[in-house]
């Protein structure tokens, strides 16, 4: 969890009285608990044992002592402030010279005036020792004056279960290991430039967070060159020399020489049981030396089932000593002796790992040979899972592995070129192993399969394209829990919380369930069926964190990281969000960086957040993946949020939302546009209330508990927020000045272009637009988008120069601005320009009387057309056919696929698909069917996928007698159809 999260998860002490941080050496026990201690607000007393307390007389006095100089402090070592005044209403006592028991140690504590906080540090050194009872009988006093809080490398065996103790606060080691983010934080400590963010998780997971390990790699790579601190990272999962002279120092060199010599025995082994332990070194001591190093060595970890692992960095440290000491030929004998325990045992997939280690590629191959398809287990993981893919000796098992790691990665499209690669194999262990990895990981590529076969991988993806509850039932007639995690998605999509969350946990209970299976199914039915960052939820992510990074399962890790770090809901979490989705796309995990966005979105609305850009940028991103029931809700979203904004055509936005979210059957989305349309000012009072009413008895049914219309301001919001006051009462969705009709006689002072091409004319003279650098004509083309209205300098900064440091980015910023006010009025001061004018902290394209932007004449037409719809069909009409004149095409076809321009973009297609086919409707209507049918070839030609266009296409060839065409528009229609998967409905074309 993260260090503040951490730190109120001790705040419970104070109710409970007790709180306890269990771990080993090098975890940071002692700077958390310093850190706690520091908001206590009262007095602490501090007290850090040694082995001397073992006696209890000097247990006691030292804690009296402790007692007696307790202040409010600022660190561990009782730093003194302000002595606290004595309670009032009693008489003080003279300092106590000598405690003889736990009564005297309460009789100081009685005399705090303030409850006090006692901080016992290094417990350990107690435990086991009669002194502990003493320490259990302080525990049972505990009152509303004394908290206790304990530190200690292992569990005291105190009666923690006694009904006079209160159920205490427990961190351990798994609490406290690092995550990602805190060894970036780190790292960036020692000035170096900063490692890429595969590294840093490479760090995180190859180390399992262990402080001091992080630290000391840290110091190791300290001042190298960027590639050789690479090259250190990479070599990470072979070996452990960083540690070395710390692990022999605190760890090793105190420990009996037969037990040094047991664990380099047994660390050939992952896992260690006494059976194993006994038939490697031929004894029948195996439970009792296990037991006996688990006490001596914290770094023996429980495996449940009665075994023990190593710690990673511990068994490498083991495994290299043992090659040094021994050679490499005996330490690779030692390997291979252990596989052939393993494989008595049946421990078939563990032996082969072992033989990789010894780099016996002979024996290897025979195990291969007889295990056939084995080398897939029961719950779908590979021999090859946990091994360094550059620790694989075959060749093809190197690229089985590397694709492998890249679905455990999240980046699909890879594995399907990788596998792509491999080509058809003759051995029944290598195309189990393909086949595992192409199955699941082929339902998520860019362009899937189109076939309809019913597993669940296949039953989610259609989750993702339609109809989800159809998919949910589809995948609850799948047994087992691939079935259940299958519908739990499908029903969350779908919006129906409710059930999900049943379904999804009965899925994460499974023990049947594959690991990988079981952390999403947690993972979706916590994360995703809840949006309060609630204490219980953030612990509940980061045990899926801890337990898919411990799996290798890194695209679940990732987007677990993604989760937490936007629940914790603070501006430098959200900026590592960002920086996470940037991540995502840069490696190629499309998928991830969708999900952390809709995360990082939906937090932010929950909080009250309007962003529409955002909305619509996760809208694109999910139309990219071909999830268009998901990108139904981002157009639901992106409608109530640019409701909520003011922005133009936000009604439009929300009647198109709604029509796409019914022909996709996506429930909760269509509730949320039920609730848009309600929300929006052009709706009168019963309209308003009727479509209320249809969203909330749709959520009911549904099964939404999570309703974003409530979580917005009653009211719309200014998405201008702190604009002077003589502009305050210019609608923020109206420019500072409507453009007037392009046949107007005058010449225009400003004449913009985006749509089809960019132009700009400034009094009749075309602006040489080769005169500007490519970013100062990206500048300016952003600002003629929005024409009319202001656009932060913030905004412009991370569009085009995200990559800079803040500074440099406003510095390029006002270069770029400088030049296009030179060029569009040549010989004027750049600080005096009319055209482009600084608004506080925002930049404007200014629009006169006599100026004109067809961005700004389309979204006047299309808002006139909405106006006038249900009131002056003529005016319908022509504020249509006048929309689609100014259409020229794609909006600002120059910047192809920048981020900035592909929503506006998208939008102003499907504005435009959309008048198309209203015009055609109403060409109908009038009779014309041929003018209908060219209408709504035009739809279709900005938007292939509009249902209500083709059926109108149809209609009109049909009415217009043009049967071939007719019969031809069905069976593009049919086609279209097929590609989002949807049976074709009988034809209505004769």
Request: aromatic share 4%.
């Amino acid at each position: 969890m993260p260090r503040s999260t951490l730190l109120r998860s001790l705040d419970g002490i104070k109710a409970t009285r007790l709180g306890l941080v269990v771990a080993w050496a090098g975890t940071g026990k002692t700077t958390l608990m310093a850190r706690w201690a520091r908001t206590h607000g009262g007095p602490v007393a501090w007290c850090r044992l040694t082995r001397s307390e073992a006696d209890p007389l000097t247990l006691i006095r030292a804690i009296a002592t402790a007692v007696r100089a307790a202040r409010p402090i600022g660190g561990p070592e009782g730093a003194v402030a302000t002595a606290p005044a004595k309670r009032t209403g009693r008489a003080t006592r003279p300092p106590m010279t000598e405690a003889t028991g736990v009564a005297d140690v309460l009789d100081a504590v009685d005399h705090q005036a303030a409850p006090l906080l006692l901080v016992l540090d290094d417990v350990h050194h107690v435990v086991g020792t009669p002194a502990e009872a003493e320490l259990e009988t302080l525990i049972l006093s505990t009152s509303d004056r004394l908290r206790i809080l304990i530190g200690s490398r292992t569990m005291p065996t105190l009666n923690l279960t006694r009904s006079e103790i209160p159920a205490p606060v427990l961190l351990t080691g798994a609490d406290l290991r690092f995550r990602v983010w805190d060894t970036e934080a780190l790292l960036r400590t020692a000035g170096d430039e900063p490692l890429p963010h595969d590294d840093v998780v490479t760090i995180t997971r190859e180390t399992e967070g262990w402080a001091a390990a992080v630290r000391l790699f840290q110091r190791a790579i300290e001042g190298r060159l960027p590639a050789e601190r690479r090259r250190a990272v990479h070599a990470l999962p072979v070996h452990a020399d960083y540690a070395r002279a710390y692990l022999d120092a605190t760890m090793l060199q105190a420990l009996p020489p037969p037990q040094r010599q047991f664990l380099a025995d047994v660390a050939v082994f992952e896992d260690l049981s006494a059976a194993r332990v006994d038939a490697l070194r031929g004894t029948d001591t195996g439970h009792e030396d296990l037991q006996a190093a688990a006490r001596s060595l914290p770094l023996l970890i429980d495996a449940g089932n009665g075994r023990l692992r190593m710690h990673r960095v511990l068994r490498r440290h083991l495994l290299a000593a043992a090659r040094a000491e021994l050679g490499p030929e005996r330490a690779a004998a030692d390997l291979s002796r252990a596989a052939a325990v393993l494989r008595t045992e049946g421990a078939t997939h563990e032996a082969m790992r072992a033989l990789c280690l010894a780099e016996d590629w002979r024996s290897l191959t025979e195990v291969l040979e007889d295990v056939g398809t084995g080398s897939v287990d029961g719950r779908g993981r590979l021999w090859t899972d946990p091994l360094p893919v550059d620790r694989i000796g075959p060749p093809p098992w190197r690229t089985i592995a590397r694709a492998r790691a890249a679905h455990l990665d999240g980046r699909f499209d890879h594995v399907r070129n990788l596998l792509d690669d491999l080509g058809d194999s003759s051995s029944a262990a290598e195309r189990a192993a393909t086949r595992a990895i192409a199955v699941s990981a082929g339902a998520w590529v860019t362009t899937p399969a189109s076939d309809r076969a019913e597993s669940w991988e296949l039953c989610i993806r259609e989750a993702t394209r339609r109809d989800p509850l159809l998919a949910a039932r589809r995948a609850a007639r799948q047994r087992g829990p691939g079935g259940a995690l299958a519908e739990g998605i499908g029903l969350l999509i779908a919006g129906d919380q409710r059930t999900a969350t049943d379904v999804l946990h009965q899925c994460a209970s499974d023990p049947e369930a594959p690991d990988e299976m079981a952390l999403a199914a947690r993972l979706a039915e916590v994360a995703m069926a809840s949006t309060r960052p609630t204490l219980p939820t953030l612990a509940a992510i980061d045990r899926v964190y801890v337990a898919a990074e411990q799996a290798g399962a890194t695209w679940l890790a990732r987007l677990a990281h993604g989760a937490i770090i936007c629940f914790d809901g603070d501006e430098r979490s959200h900026r590592r969000a960002h920086t996470l989705i940037r991540h995502c796309d840069r490696i190629g995990d499309a998928w991830g960086a969708a999900i952390i966005s809709w995360s990082l979105s939906l937090f932010c609305l929950r909080a009250g957040g309007v962003h529409p850009q955002e909305w619509e940028d996760l809208g694109l991103r999910f139309r990219t993946l071909g999830a268009t029931a998901l990108e139904a809700w981002s157009r639901s979203l992106y409608a109530l949020t640019a409701t909520s904004a003011r922005l133009p055509d936000a009604a439009a936005d929300a009647v198109a939302a709604e029509s796409f979210a019914r022909t996709l059957a996506v429930p909760g989305a269509l509730a949320t546009a039920y609730a848009t349309l309600a929300r929006d000012g052009a709706a009168d009072g019963a309209h308003a209330g009727e479509m209320m009413h249809l969203a909330t008895s749709t959520a009911d049914a549904e099964g939404l508990l999570a309703r974003p219309w409530e979580w917005l301001a009653p009211e719309p919001v200014d998405p201008f927020p702190g604009r002077p006051a003589d502009r305050a009462a210019t609608p923020a969705s109206e420019p500072a000045t409507v453009a007037p009709d392009r046949s107007a006689a005058q010449t225009a002072e400003l004449d913009v272009r985006c749509f089809g091409a960019f132009s700009i004319t400034v009094r009749g003279r075309s602006v040489d637009l080769g005169q500007m650098r490519p970013r100062a004509r990206a500048v300016l083309r952003i600002l003629s988008l929005s024409a009319g209205r202001p656009v932060h300098r913030e905004r412009l900064a991370e569009a085009l120069w995200r990559d800079l440091d803040p500074a440099a980015a406003m510095h390029n910023l006002q270069v770029s601005v400088s030049t296009i006010r030179r060029c569009l009025e040549p010989g004027r001061p750049a600080r005096s320009s009319t055209l482009l004018v600084r608004d506080g902290e925002a930049y404007a394209l200014h629009l006169r009387s006599n100026s004109r932007c067809d961005v700004v004449e389309f979204e006047e037409a299309i808002r006139t057309a909405n106006r006038t719809r249900a009131t002056d069909p003529v005016a319908h009409a022509a504020a249509l056919r006048r929309a689609l004149d100014l259409y020229g095409g794609d909006l600002l076809p120059e910047d192809g696929p920048a981020e900035w321009v592909i929503g506006p973009r998208d939008r102003y297609r499907g504005q435009a698909a959309e008048a198309a086919a209203a015009l055609g409707t109403v060409e109908l209507a009038a009779g014309n069917p041929e003018a209908a049918a060219h209408a709504a070839n035009r739809s279709i030609e900005f938007d292939s996928f509009r249902d209500a266009s083709w059926q109108l296409l149809i209609d009109a060839l049909t009415r217009a007698g043009a049967t071939a065409e007719a019969r031809r528009a069905q069976r593009h229609y049919a086609e279209m159809l097929a590609t989002l998967g949807v049976p074709t409905e009988p034809t209505r074309a004769p």
